[in-house]
């Protein structure tokens, strides 16, 4: 199976904008669907969105509008675009496939932290 390296984190303003990147070592172009997650401190990891292998995405209502996930299966790369960040959105930010998340494996992450 692939390994997942997420980057792009940082430090932003509320209002701002970031976008992570998930790098992957092999192909992704049979990898049906891929997630982010992200974990904000002191809270559990929970779903921000996925996409399909087809482009179809769907988000949670609190990024809604405001995020917006898609891959590049030619550079085996599954992007997080963050815009208008909130200070609730501070949290470590991973990607993740089926395979991974059936055996609780994850990457190292990337942290965000949005100021106000």
């Known amino acids: 199976q692939v390994q997942l390296v997420e980057s792009g984190g940082g430090l932003a303003q509320a209002g701002g904008s970031l976008r992570l990147s998930c790098a992957a070592s092999?192909?992704?172009?049979?990898?049906?669907?891929m997630y982010w997650y992200r974990q904000p401190p002191g809270k559990q990891r929970g779903l921000v969105g996925y996409?399909?292998?087809?482009?179809?995405?769907n988000y949670v209502d609190s990024v809604k509008g405001r995020f917006s996930i898609s891959r590049d299966n030619a550079k085996n790369t599954v992007y997080l675009q963050m815009n208008n960040l909130k200070p609730e959105d501070t949290a470590v930010y991973y990607c993740?496939?089926?395979?991974?998340?059936?055996?609780?494996?994850w990457g190292q992450g990337t942290q965000v932290t949005v100021t106000s």
């Open positions: 092999g192909s992704i172009f049979s990898i049906n669907i």
């Open positions: 993740t496939t089926p395979w991974h998340l059936n055996r609780g494996s």
């Open positions: 996409v399909t292998s087809s482009g179809t995405t």
